[in-house]
């Protein structure tokens, strides 16, 4: 079965500061990556995808991941964060082809401080 | 697009009932729902698979009978608590995914917050 690892618990930067925050998987397959954010009472939200092509995904509110496969990473990266980036982050792994077991990281918790 | 809501948002209720939560697909067909279930400050975690028309698949260590799931059409799926003690007590999110090429990926609800007294 997959697994995702996601380094870092909690990060805490200050407003303008560079973000990357890791994840690494394991699968051997083909995989789909995905990383998701959960606002302070909110659903979550999808930021960004990688199914194939460019490795470099742009999503949402500057945000943007690079998949290195031989590393197995998808690390999630945005380089000024803003104080209403503070949220809950997290990376997930889906086996290309299956309809099921989409796995997520234990999730980051980023804190922003103004 | 792919809006997917739950209903309630948030439910209390005494140990020893049975509390039905609601998936709806808004505005695609979902083919495949997900139910997770996510504990304070941890990750999601999967808890079972229902497609339309068929059981659903639970994750190991689910229990099947505690946790009845109905996804009889392409656009609601249930999770049904049965005798809830406040130990089930967590926010419950459940998730859709669409044939179409548009959909498919997993697109999520809001949640459910359930708590057991």
């Known amino acids: 079965a997959q697994s995702v690892s996601q380094h870092n618990h909690h990060v805490i930067l200050s407003e303008a500061a560079s973000l990357e925050l890791g994840c690494n998987y394991s699968y051997g397959g083909t995989v789909n990556l995905f990383w998701y954010v959960q606002y302070p009472g909110q659903h979550l939200q999808l930021l960004l995808k990688?199914?194939?092509?460019?490795?470099l995904v742009k999503g949402i509110k500057g945000f943007e991941a690079e998949f290195i496969k031989s590393k197995f990473s998808f690390n999630l990266r945005k380089p000024s964060v803003q104080w209403s980036d503070t949220a809950e982050y997290f990376c997930?792994?889906?086996?290309?082809?299956?309809?099921?077991?989409?796995?997520f990281g234990s999730g980051t918790q980023l804190t922003v401080l103004p | 697009g792919a809006v997917v809501s739950q209903h309630p948002s948030w439910v209390i209720c005494k140990s020893g009932t049975s509390v039905k939560i609601e998936c709806r697909s808004l505005?695609?067909?979902?083919?495949?729902m997900f139910w997770y279930r996510q504990f304070p400050k941890q990750s999601l975690m999967l808890m079972a698979t229902?497609?339309?028309?068929?059981?659903?698949?639970?994750e190991q260590g689910v229990e099947k009978d505690k946790f009845l799931i109905n996804h009889a059409s392409l656009t609601l799926s249930t999770l049904t608590v049965t005798s809830a003690h406040p130990e089930d007590s967590s926010f419950y999110i459940c998730?859709?995914?669409?044939?179409?090429?548009?959909?498919?990926?997993?697109?999520f609800g809001p949640g459910t917050r359930l708590t057991v007294l």
């Open positions: 997930a792994v889906w086996p290309s082809g299956s309809a099921r077991q989409l796995t």
């Open positions: 505005d695609f067909q979902a083919t495949t």
């Open positions: 990688y199914f194939s092509g460019d490795p």
């Open positions: 229902s497609n339309e028309g068929s059981k659903a698949t639970y």
């Open positions: 998730s859709a995914k669409g044939l179409a090429q548009l959909y498919n990926e997993q697109f």
